[in-house]
């Protein structure tokens, strides 16, 4: 029986003990509310969030409401900040065994090591499904609840299956997007259209099946195009893309995915990167209303930047992207997209001579491209909310924590002070998936811990014994490769990079 087969039935007799889903008032704390009338945030102190069900079913300005029913569990959240959860528009978590792999890799060694294409033969369909279901974990214990999974490890229907599973079995809020690429001769497109149809039958209320596809440029009127944009238009499945331009030249713009017809309905769209988007670009994503995916430390730490994004970020939301090379949450992206869009924006001013009279950028955008906006993104008004009606996807911050402690603007302690360190409760769905600062169910977390490490491990060994690329003459797309100064941080002779510790 295969490892993720195992789990999951092991999941199954747990019950995913001690999650139930039974009435619960989260009484006392700082709300970080939405006025869906006014489209702006709302915070309410010494509040309450009634949840029933999956669902929000009130929230008060008071700790604890006349009308609250009998029988509702009541979770103390004195002095602690209630905020929606975060929303991860782009993100491959397959690649979680490759930790501390690739620190300083650039995106050219990333796609000849890393990537899809490269990391094939490392993988069983056991390794695929526990570092999925690892990653997600992650993700949860930081406050993310809702992932678009960008699944480009369908390189045969059993790895594909492995990677759906996990997904279902971590109790995230996963849109799981079967990334269709011909893999082999014997497992091409057509095969896993087939493949997406059947696995339509083995999601459940949070894992939804998505559709992930990279050839809208280089293939655009190829067979396997138009059979992936008809099973767009035909089932309406959110679809996610890679847009890379510039010098690196990877296409699926949105004048492209427009062009097959896929832009302009009501299927959610999400662009991931959007690197280099252009004037025409934006519009169509206004006019369609399309988001792309900004996944800040992903475009610094890999070199394909973002020179435009911060022009379109009212049809934008954060992404992590490989979470094996950095920060795995959400909260990190923002901070650094809220001071590097300062940065730029000031150096505008400051480069004509001239002292900066406004700040640009508030911690209110920031924290909203980093819950709201990501709801939006995948065409759901009740994600990434804290409102009557909406989906009760919620993370409780300590408030006395010494980063947090004497706070005032609840909003600012997120965003600037907070670390996932100071996360206490977590509920997806209105279940607890992290409670006082543990992924609910050690033990079960334990033997997921013990399995990964096992693969982690082996894969991370061959890598290790396999040279780096040779990255001279051009680039797969025919670009030339660029020598990049570096930079050193000590005295002498040198670059000062050191050794890899791998």
């Avoid at 090591?113 to 390794?127: E, I, M, Q």
């Avoid at 992932?147 to 997904?167: E, F, K, N, Q, Y």
């Avoid at 679809?239 to 427009?258: A, R």
Wanted: charged share 20%; hydrophobic share 40%.
């Amino acid at each position: 029986m295969h490892l993720f087969k195992s789990v999951s039935h092991a999941i199954l007799a747990l019950g995913h003990a001690g999650i139930a889903t039974c009435a619960k008032l989260l009484s006392g704390g700082t709300i970080i509310a939405f006025d869906q009338d006014a489209k702006e945030l709302n915070v309410i102190r010494g509040g309450s969030i009634l949840v029933e069900g999956n669902r929000i079913v009130s929230v008060s300005d008071v700790a604890s409401p006349l009308d609250t029913p009998a029988g509702v569990e009541v979770v103390d959240c004195t002095d602690k900040i209630i905020t929606p959860g975060f929303i991860d528009t782009h993100r491959h978590g397959w690649q979680t065994v490759f930790k501390t792999m690739g620190s300083n890799t650039t995106l050219a060694e990333y796609a000849m090591r890393y990537s899809a294409l490269a990391a094939r033969p490392l993988f069983t369909p056991d390794d695929l499904y526990i570092s999925q279901l690892a990653g997600i974990y992650e993700a949860l214990a930081a406050g993310v609840t809702t992932i678009v999974d960008h699944a480009h490890h369908t390189w045969t229907p059993d790895h594909s299956a492995a990677g759906l599973r996990a997904s279902v079995d971590s109790g995230a809020r996963v849109f799981w997007a079967y990334a269709f690429q011909n893999s082999s001769a014997e497992f091409r497109v057509p095969q896993q259209i087939a493949q997406w149809k059947e696995l339509a039958s083995k999601t459940s209320n949070l894992t939804e099946l998505a559709i992930a596809y990279d050839y809208f440029t280089t293939n655009p009127d190829g067979a396997d195009t138009l059979a992936v944009a008809d099973l767009i238009k035909e089932t309406k499945s959110l679809l996610t893309t890679h847009h890379v331009e510039g010098p690196l030249m990877l296409g699926n713009s949105p004048q492209d995915l427009h062009r097959a017809g896929v832009l302009d309905s009501s299927t959610p769209v999400v662009i991931s990167h959007a690197a280099f988007l252009d004037v025409r670009g934006a519009a169509l994503l206004r006019r369609t209303n399309q988001h792309i995916s900004i996944t800040p430390e992903s475009e610094m730490h890999y070199g394909h930047l973002h020179p435009t994004s911060h022009l379109i970020m009212d049809q934008a939301s954060l992404g992590v992207d490989t979470h094996m090379t950095f920060s795995s949450d959400v909260l990190t992206q923002a901070r650094l997209w809220l001071q590097s869009v300062r940065y730029r924006i000031y150096q505008n001013t400051v480069d004509r001579f001239e002292v900066p009279a406004q700040n640009p950028f508030s911690v209110n955008q920031a924290f909203l491209l980093a819950t709201r906006n990501g709801g939006l993104a995948v065409g759901r008004k009740d994600l990434g909310v804290i409102s009557e009606g909406a989906k009760a996807d919620l993370v409780v911050w300590e408030g006395r924590s010494p980063a947090m402690l004497g706070w005032t603007d609840p909003v600012a302690a997120v965003i600037l002070h907070a670390s996932v360190g100071d996360i206490v409760h977590v509920l997806v769905d209105g279940a607890f998936r992290k409670r006082n600062g543990r992924l609910v169910d050690d033990r079960y977390y334990d033997s997921v811990q013990d399995q990964f490490l096992e693969a982690a491990r082996r894969i991370q060994a061959i890598l290790k014994k396999t040279p780096l690329p040779s990255l001279e003459g051009n680039f797969l797309t025919g670009m030339p490769y660029g020598k990049v100064m570096q930079v050193d941080a000590k005295r002498g002779e040198g670059t000062g990079y050191g050794s890899s510790f791998v």
